[in-house]
C-alpha cells in the first residue's frame, strides 16, 4: 500500500440496481414508475432553450420550493430540496447526525444507510427486524444519536403505523428523527402531519418512484423551520447549485399536475393488488406492500433460481445475497402487461421445475 493510501477516506459504496442498456427487457429490478412522467413535465423538455443554460440556475430552486410549499400547504422555510433523495438525505446525515452515540436504523432497510454512516463516519447500531421482518418500536426508545426509519420500509415494502412512528420521535427530543417517505404516495400515512408538533422530525420525499422522475433527480424533505436552516447551511457550504435549472422546472410541472399523479398512483396500486393476489396464488409469500414493489419468497424455489431464470428470460427483479433475505425477491410493480408476463413465466417454471 502506499503510503498516502493511509490518509484516503475508504468507504465500501452502496451498490445500485443494474440499468441494461436495452429495451427488450421487463425492468422490475430498482423501483422506477413504469409510466412517463406528467406530461408538462416532459413539454420543458422539448422547449427549453438552450439558452437559459448560460446561465447558474437559482441556487435555492425558489419555483420548485414554492410549488411545493403550495401543493403540501407547508411555509417555504420548512421545505429543503436536492438532486434525489439520497442526496437529501446524505446532507442530512451530514448536518444532524454529528454527537458521539449511535445512530440507529433497522437491520434490514435502504442499504445505503450504513454506507453514509461510514463515509461520515457516524456510529450506528441496527436494531434487527423480528422473523416477521416487522420494526419494532421499543428499539428505538433509548438514548441515541438519531435514528433513520424508511416507512414503508425498504425492501420489504410494510407500512408502520404513525402512531406508533410518533412515539419514536416524542421520545427522542434529543436527537434529529429522519422518516424516509420515498414509497409513502403509493398507499401510505405520511409523518408530514406531524411536522408542526415535532421540531426534531425530518420527512424525506423523491420524485423519483410516484412521480416518474427518477432519471432527474429530485428529492425534497419537511422539517421545523430551525432544522431546514440549518440543512441550507450545510448544503450551501458543500455546493450552491446542486438542482439544475431544466430539473427545477421539471419538478414545477410534475408537482402542478396533481389529476396525472393520482392516476397514475391508482394505477400502480391497482397492478399491486392484482399481483399479490397471484403472487399468494402460486404460493409466494411476503408483507402486505404498501409501497411500488413486493418483496416475496417462495416456500420451495430458492429466490436465486428464480432471479437467474427470470433474468434470463429478460424479466430484470432484484436479488439481494445477504443474510436474512437471500431467499426473497424484490419485484417492483410494472404496467399489467408487464405483471402478467412475470406470472405467466413464474406460474410455467414453477411448475415445471417444482411442481
Ligand atoms: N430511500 C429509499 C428507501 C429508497 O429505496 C430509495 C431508492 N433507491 C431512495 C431513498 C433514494 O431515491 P432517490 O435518490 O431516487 O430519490
Known amino acids: 500500500m502506499s503510503l498516502w ?10 451498490t445500485p440496481g443494474e440499468q441494461p442498456d436495452r429495451s427488450d427487457i421487463i425492468k422490475l429490478n430498482t423501483n422506477e414508475n413504469p409510466y412517463p412522467p406528467a406530461p408538462g413535465a416532459a413539454r420543458i423538455l422539448r422547449d427549453m432553450d438552450a439558452e437559459a443554460l448560460r446561465k447558474y440556475p437559482d ?14 400547504h407547508l411555509p417555504v422555510e420548512q421545505i429543503f430540496v436536492g438532486v434525489g433523495s439520497d442526496d437529501v ?15 440507529l436504523f433497522p437491520d434490514i432497510t435502504y442499504s445505503f444507510y450504513d454506507v453514509w454512516a461510514e463515509l461520515y463516519r457516524i456510529p450506528y447500531e441496527c436494531q434487527p427486524l423480528d422473523d416477521a421482518f416487522e420494526i419494532h418500536t421499543e428499539d428505538y426508545l433509548k438514548p441515541c444519536g438519531g435514528i433513520v ?35 409513502i404516495d403509493f398507499g401510505g400515512e405520511s409523518a408530514l402531519s ?50 439544475n435549472t431544466v430539473t427545477i422546472a421539471m419538478g414545477v410541472e410534475a408537482v ?9 398512483i391508482q394505477k400502480v396500486v391497482a397492478t ?23 418483496f416475496a419468497s417462495h416456500p420451495v424455489c430458492p429466490a436465486k433460481n428464480l ?30 402487461g408487464e405483471m402478467k408476463a412475470l406470472i405467466a413465466f413464474l406460474e410455467k417454471y414453477i411448475g415445471e421445475n417444482y411442481g
Open 5 to 14: 493510501e493511509k490518509n484516503v477516506r475508504k468507504v465500501i459504496p452502496y
Open 59 to 72: 441556487p435555492t430552486a425558489g419555483a420548485l420550493v414554492t410549488a411545493l410549499s403550495e401543493y403540501y
Open 89 to 103: 438525505l446524505a446532507m442530512s446525515f451530514l448536518t444532524f447526525f454529528n454527537g458521539e452515540k449511535p445512530i
Open 149 to 183: 426509519i424508511p416507512n414503508p420500509n425498504a425492501p420489504t415494502g410494510a407500512e408502520k403505523e404513525l402512531s406508533e412512528l410518533e412515539r419514536i420521535i416524542a421520545a427522542n427530543p434529543d436527537v434529529i428523527v429522519i422518516i424516509d417517505e420515498a414509497y
Open 194 to 243: 406531524l411536522i408542526p408538533k415535532y421540531d426534531n422530525l425530518l420527512v424525506v420525499q423523491t420524485f423519483s418512484k410516484s412521480r416518474s422522475l427518477a432519471g432527474m433527480r429530485i428529492g425534497y424533505a419537511f422539517g421545523s423551520e430551525k432544522l431546514i436552516k440549518y440543512l441550507n447551511d450545510a448544503k450551501y457550504s458543500f455546493n450552491s447549485y446542486t438542482m
Open 256 to 264: 402542478k399536475d396533481d389529476v396525472y399523479f393520482q392516476e397514475t
Open 272 to 294: 399491486r393488488e392484482w399481483t399479490k393476489k397471484e403472487l399468494r396464488r402460486l404460493g409466494f409469500v411476503f408483507q402486505d406492500s404498501k409501497s411500488n414493489f413486493i
Open 307 to 336: 432471479f437467474e431464470a427470470l433474468k434470463e428470460h429478460g424479466i430484470y427483479v432484484r436479488y439481494f445475497a445477504k443474510p436474512r433475505i437471500d431467499n426473497y425477491l424484490r419485484i417492483s410493480i410494472g404496467t399489467d
